[in-house]
DNA sequence: CCGTATCCTGACTGATACTG
DNA sequence: CAGTATCAGTCAGGATACGG
């Protein structure tokens, strides 16, 4: 499970096999994963996610923002410091995300096995 | 909740209100939930579906196939007929879609809210 | 540091018509 | 009945460069 989780990260998995999608985009999902642990700053994700453009990063944010999901926080003094975290609704989102990744190990050989053939 | 799952079929729902996608395309989740009761014909499942056109159904079904949430049966004799099913493991899946209506339909103010601000 | 502004491309979707 | 063929449109996603 925890395997899977690190997984989405890989290159292949967004969108590809998991068969799922939190969100109207692709990275959603990954988004929220992020901010599992507490507030991040923009620059702090874009590690994690590397693969995603700024531009796209910020779309994402903008929506999951939109949606309740989460907070945007912005202080500029003494330095400019963006930070994004969940509210409550995107916790509980973040707990269906995992549901369904937990599902989709148990029977990710299954779901392998049917996309060789 | 049961009104949730009927209101999938509403004109502005599937991808815009739902909070997830199931599937790589738009209208996977909903074919699933078409085949809860049992094996339908192509034309049985475009009553539910009439906003689907018949390519864009067509490659929703071969999509959840390859992928081994549907199986696909085909018979000539007498007549040409020609039946989806739910394998186990889309019976699976559409269990996860039911949690995760569940759970948006719990939920479903705080969205409603959060997208009119 | 935290984004925007452009431009571009391909994927997905759809309407319509047609076939084994 | 169960699709396919063709054409067209839209839009999310990405590359690159720039701005407050």
Redesign the interface.
């Given at each position: 499970m925890e395997a899977l989780r690190a997984d989405m990260f890989d290159e292949i998995c967004p969108?590809?096999l998991l068969?799922?999608?939190?969100?109207?985009d692709k990275w959603s999902a990954l988004v929220i994963k992020c901010l599992e642990d507490g507030p991040r700053r923009f620059s702090e994700l874009r590690v994690p996610l590397a693969r995603v453009t700024p531009k796209v990063l910020t779309q994402s944010l903008r929506a999951l923002e939109?949606?309740?999901?989460i907070r945007r926080t912005e202080e500029t003094t003494p330095v400019r410091r963006v930070t994004y975290e969940l509210t409550d609704?995107g916790r509980?989102?973040l707990q269906?995300v995992y549901?369904?990744c937990d599902?989709s190990s148990e029977?990710w050989d299954?779901?392998l096995?049917?996309?060789e053939s």
């Open positions: 969108s590809t068969p799922f999608r939190i969100g109207p939109r949606d309740g999901f609704l509980g989102l269906q549901l369904l599902w029977h299954e779901l096995d049917a996309r």
